[in-house]
């Protein structure tokens, strides 16, 4: 392919190009439905064959995100993808990542649950992204793609967050974006970091301790005081990212008395609803959060001045509402709209909503 | 003639090596870590791999191994060092990897790391420390744990139908295309002490040949779980660990 050239392909094989193209020293993943096709692109791919980059097909979601611990540990740019049951799974494995301050991409291709639930999409794993997930005071960047573009352009932004923060990245998709074809333009191609410029940019991996004193990557710290100071350590570097790292977008907001937040696939369904709603001469606009953590508080407070009323509109049952309440505090009505199980809305349910908040 | 005359280079026939520091171990009277941190200090040194070797430390009493050993370090959690091996050998194939594992940890919670690591041939090497109990923790039942033997959650002993069968889980290991030499060692006397340097030795040295993986089992006391003295760990150790765990080769592929 050429570069620059515009290609067609699902979102699952946007990533897996894009990971070979950014530079990623390894991927490590265990199949699940509906992202299979990133570990089977990356497979036909051979990029241990031009890159260099490792490929593993791991023995379960536990391996795969300890392989990208592993990997991270030693100032690799390594990733790992599964989909929500298997996310579940790697929660022990995040949390480690978080405490030890290991920066690696996680991608979450999610699928309706609770439990093994179905492969129809959903956005049922936002509060297990954006609160933790796992056990203790921690908190990963959580990006949220809205198309196959976005999905191969998140790849490189992810690992450059995660390396400037020393923080898991989260790529927070879905069925829809991982399995729609859509046009795409890929990442131009990056080298992979020689030996010396990850030594550079990584004096604290643990990859041999070559004219240095040795390192230890851990997450354990027996005694609390030396615990908490590590505690304030890091929500010090979570506030920073809340200052520095908030991205969002705007559409037709300028006049709008209701506004929708969706992110991801669900602002897709949001954007023909509003341009429907229009049609009607309602005056309606969106912010589409793309970091659902840091979340967009500030923004959606600010355009909460002008508005009448808020929809939420999510493919679950209502969760990213409660960080708009919060944003709000109260000031305006907020709503929330979704389905779950795998049922995507339509946008004429959406315009029937925003109707339903105008009475 | 004072102790500084005497102690000169020409003079010396044993000396700690170098990668070992100073600091204090936290390890109880009698217990068999001391000895084999000190055994992969010295063939790290001797193979002069001081400065590309990377070990992975477990959850159990070897946590803090990173404490002793002056080399990179990862703390794994719990049962997973050797996924994470997987991955640091993988990305960086000219550093020595190997994982430091106790029974609970690698035969029991990190069977599945264990065996697929394993399996897939992965140029490293486990070293497997088996005192048949949890010692961390303070001393529960382990998969290793030998029929009839009390721990804090078998206090009548260990029984078949409650608990199981103690698990070999070298012997499945042996049975593995990936591994490339799988051995049970033992750490309590010197001619032992010799043989299990030899053996973390090659198994290092097969790693970096990228033979394949190995797994060194050293059946080992715990005195405080056991609640006996060293000495007496020792002997109890002969008497019923070895009858079961059996000490020496079970794969070289030489």
């Known amino acids: 392919m050429e570069e620059n050239e515009i290609l067609l392909m699902k979102g699952n094989e946007a990533i897996a190009h894009a990971a070979i193209r950014c530079g990623c020293d390894g991927y490590f993943g265990y199949p699940i439905t509906p992202q299979s096709e990133i570990l089977e692109t990356l497979a036909v791919e051979k990029p241990w064959e031009t890159t260099g980059m490792v490929v593993v097909q791991a023995e379960s979601e536990l391996a795969s995100i300890n392989m990208v611990y592993g990997g991270g540990a030693t100032g690799k740019r390594v990733m790992t993808s599964s989909s929500s049951p298997g996310v579940a ?64 352009d998140f790849v490189d932004l992810s690992f450059t967050l995660a390396f400037r923060y020393r923080i898991p990245v989260i790529m927070l998709s879905d069925g829809v974006i991982g399995q729609m074809m859509e046009k795409v333009v890929l990442p131009p191609f990056k080298p992979r970091r020689t030996e010396e410029e990850l030594r550079q940019e990584c004096p604290w991996a643990a990859n041999g301790c070559k004219n240095r004193k040795k390192n230890i ?138 109707e339903k908040m105008k009475q | 003639m004072t102790n500084q005359d005497i102690i000169q280079p020409e003079n010396l026939v044993y000396k700690k090596p170098t990668l070992l520091n100073d600091n204090p171990m936290h390890y109880c009277p009698g217990c068999s870590h001391s000895v084999v941190h000190k055994l992969i200090a010295e063939v790290i040194e001797e193979m002069g791999m001081e400065n590309r070797s990377v070990g992975v430390s477990p959850v159990g009493c070897a946590v803090f191994a990173y404490n002793y050993l002056d080399i990179d370090w990862i703390e794994a959690a719990h049962g997973r060092a050797p996924a994470i091996a997987c991955a640091t050998k993988r990305l960086w194939p000219e550093n020595l990897v190997f994982t430091y594992q106790g029974d609970g940890d690698l035969a029991c919670i990190g069977t599945a790391e264990t065996i697929h690591a394993l399996n897939r041939g992965d140029n490293i090497a486990i070293i497997f420390v088996n005192n048949a109990i949890y010692g961390m923790t303070g001393g529960q039942m382990a998969p290793t744990t030998l029929m009839g033997m009390k721990t804090a959650t078998c206090p009548y002993g260990r029984e078949a139908s409650l608990h199981g069968f103690p698990l070999k889980i070298t012997e499945i290991a042996a049975t593995l295309e ?52 060293p000495e007496e760990a020792n002997q109890w150790m002969e008497d019923h660990m070895f009858p079961y765990y059996k000490l020496g080769d079970l794969k070289d592929k030489a």
């Open chain 1, 89 to 152: 799974l790697m929660q022990e494995g995040i949390t480690y990542m978080a405490g030890a301050e290991i920066p690696g991409l996680i991608v979450n291709v999610q699928r309706g649950g609770p439990g093994l639930g179905t492969i129809q999409p959903s956005q049922g794993d936002y509060f297990q992204s954006t609160r933790g997930g796992g056990n203790g005071d921690y908190n990963v960047i959580v990006l949220a793609p809205a198309s196959v573009q976005e999905m191969a």
């Open chain 1, 217 to 354: 990557v851990t997450s354990l710290e027996l005694d609390p005081h030396a615990m908490e100071l590590h505690n304030i350590h890091l929500q010090e570097k979570y506030k920073e990212i809340k200052e520095k790292e908030v991205r969002y977008e705007e559409y037709m907001t300028e006049d709008a008395e209701y506004l929708i937040v969706a992110f991801g696939s669900a602002a897709r369904i949001a954007q023909k609803a509003i341009e429907l709603c229009r049609a009607k001469g309602i005056r309606v606009g969106m912010l589409r959060p793309i970091t659902l953590w840091p979340f967009p508080s500030q923004a959606i407070k600010t355009l909460a001045q002008k508005a009448k009323g808020i929809l939420s509109m999510e493919i679950n049952a209502g969760q990213m509402v409660e960080d708009i309440q919060l944003a709000v505090q109260g000031c305006v009505p907020v709503f929330h709209y979704g389905r779950m199980g795998g049922i995507v809305p339509t946008p004429e349910e959406i315009v029937n909503e925003v």
């Open chain 2, 178 to 229: 990936g591994t490339c030499y799988v051995t049970r060692q033992a750490v309590n006397k010197v001619a032992y002490i010799r043989r299990a340097k030899a053996a973390i030795r090659k198994a290092f040295e097969y790693s970096m040949q990228g033979k394949g993986s190995s797994l060194v089992e050293i059946v080992s006391t715990c005195s405080s779980g056991w609640k006996k003295t």
